[in-house]
């Protein structure tokens, strides 16, 4: 059911229906309360058939649409209710939405003439944008190029969590980009956290891939230690001078994308982590531990090390 939107509109034609795609209702949820703040009304669809009916049954012209949806995947939905629009003379524009994103999606995406594509976790401000292109005008040859970009660096990131938990033994020398650097943290968090790094990344590396293998039991979810995952991988990123995207960290845990986006907010609130702006892109945060909770987790962490068999 669509929550009530809030008295401060952006949107320039208030209550205008703007139609939800997605399997995971707690994500619905969530999406619908940012575009109805923004004055639109959610109209919600949990599956294709739903969406094909809301869609007959009511003025629309703007669909969320994620990619991958139990019957068939999002792209193949966006062709239907585009044939059906055409068919009874309607425009709808599309902005497609995953947690998974790829090249080869995007590319899919742009083909089928979608407007916008957005990765999990979306922002309130990341709708309004995208709303706005949508009533505005149509995604430049450079806008393309920067959703490219996105992906690719996605893409990248992926196939590094992929190398860290496949890839047994030794871990690589970290390879750092020269444009990444650590982000700005209060004094204490600079200090260095170990005299010898490389034995902190190869452990921290296998305690993820242990973890990962832990996870694959029961189907993922049973046995899995989303919170502790997240936390391992925003170490190895310190000892490496990464920085960790939201959506990255999302990734890391191994939990459902709007599971690990809650979980997110639940240790930001507690001051567990830290959510640094990134200075370049507005819309992307980056996420840091708490520089009180990070030198006990090190410590922690440095206690296993010295434990009988753990060196070497």
Same mark, same amino acid.
């Given at each position: 059911?669509?929550?009530?939107?809030?008295?401060?509109?952006? @949107?320039?034609?208030?209550?205008?229906?703007?139609?939800?795609?997605?399997?995971? *209702?707690?994500?619905?949820?969530?999406?619908?309360?940012?575009?109805?703040?923004?004055?639109?009304?959610? /109209?919600?669809?949990?599956?294709?058939?739903?969406?094909?009916?809301?869609?007959? &049954?009511?003025?629309?012209?703007?669909?969320?649409?994620?990619?991958?949806?139990?019957?068939?995947?999002?792209? =193949?939905?966006?062709?239907?209710? !585009?044939?059906?629009?055409?068919?009874?003379?309607?425009?709808? =524009?599309?902005?497609?939405?995953?947690?998974?994103?790829?090249?080869?999606?995007?590319?899919? $995406?742009?083909?089928?003439?979608?407007?916008?594509? /957005?990765?999990?976790?979306? !922002?309130?401000? &990341?709708? *309004?944008? @995208?709303?706005?292109?949508?009533?505005? &005008?149509?995604?430049?040859?450079?806008?393309?190029?920067?959703?490219?970009?996105?992906?690719?660096?996605?893409? $990248?990131?992926? &196939?590094? /969590?992929?190398?860290?938990?496949?890839?047994?033994? =030794?871990?690589?020398?970290?390879?750092?980009?020269?444009?990444? !650097?650590?982000?700005?943290?209060?004094?204490?968090?600079?200090?260095?956290?170990?005299?010898?790094?490389?034995?902190?990344?190869?452990?921290? #590396?296998?305690?993820?891939?242990?973890? @990962?293998?832990? *996870?694959?039991?029961?189907? %993922?979810?049973?046995?899995?230690?989303?919170?502790? @995952?997240?936390?391992?991988?925003? +170490?190895?990123?310190?000892?490496? %001078?990464?920085?960790?995207?939201?959506?990255?960290?999302?990734?890391? =845990? %191994?939990?459902?994308?709007?599971? $690990?986006?809650?979980?997110?907010?639940?240790?930001?609130?507690?001051?567990? +982590?830290?959510?640094?702006?990134?200075?370049?892109?507005?819309?992307?945060?980056?996420?840091?531990?708490?520089?009180?909770?990070?030198?006990?987790?090190?410590?922690?962490?440095?206690?296993?090390? *010295?434990?009988? %068999?753990? #060196?070497?």
């Amino acid at each position: 059911m669509p929550l009530p939107p809030e008295k401060s509109h952006v @949107a320039s034609e208030p209550g205008e229906p703007v139609l939800i795609v997605d399997d995971d *209702r707690d994500w619905c949820l969530e999406c619908a309360f940012a575009v109805e703040r923004l004055g639109y009304e959610a /109209l919600i669809a949990n599956g294709t058939e739903d969406a094909m009916a809301i869609f007959i &049954q009511n003025d629309v012209s703007v669909a969320i649409v994620d990619y991958n949806l139990p019957e068939r995947d999002g792209l =193949s939905l966006i062709q239907s209710l !585009t044939q059906t629009a055409e068919q009874q003379g309607r425009h709808l =524009s599309f902005i497609m939405a995953t947690g998974y994103a790829t090249k080869d999606v995007a590319i899919g $995406a742009m083909r089928a003439s979608v407007s916008d594509f /957005l990765e999990k976790p979306i !922002t309130q401000d &990341q709708l *309004r944008q @995208a709303l706005q292109r949508i009533k505005g &005008q149509r995604p430049s040859a450079p806008a393309r190029d920067m959703l490219l970009e996105k992906i690719t660096g996605l893409g $990248a990131e992926l &196939q590094r /969590l992929a190398q860290l938990i496949d890839t047994p033994g =030794s871990a690589p020398t970290p390879q750092v980009a020269p444009q990444s !650097t650590p982000p700005p943290a209060p004094s204490e968090a600079a200090e260095p956290i170990e005299s010898d790094p490389a034995r902190l990344n190869q452990y921290i #590396r296998e305690q993820l891939r242990r973890e @990962a293998k832990r *996870r694959e039991i029961g189907g %993922g979810e049973l046995f899995g230690d989303p919170t502790w @995952a997240m936390l391992l991988d925003l +170490l190895l990123a310190k000892i490496e %001078g990464r920085r960790i995207s939201v959506s990255s960290a999302c990734i890391a =845990s %191994g939990a459902p994308m709007s599971t $690990a986006l809650r979980l997110v907010r639940r240790l930001v609130g507690e001051e567990v +982590l830290c959510r640094i702006p990134d200075e370049h892109d507005r819309r992307r945060h980056f996420l840091i531990i708490n520089p009180k909770f990070e030198q006990p987790l090190m410590d922690y962490i440095n206690d296993q090390l *010295r434990q009988p %068999g753990r #060196r070497g």
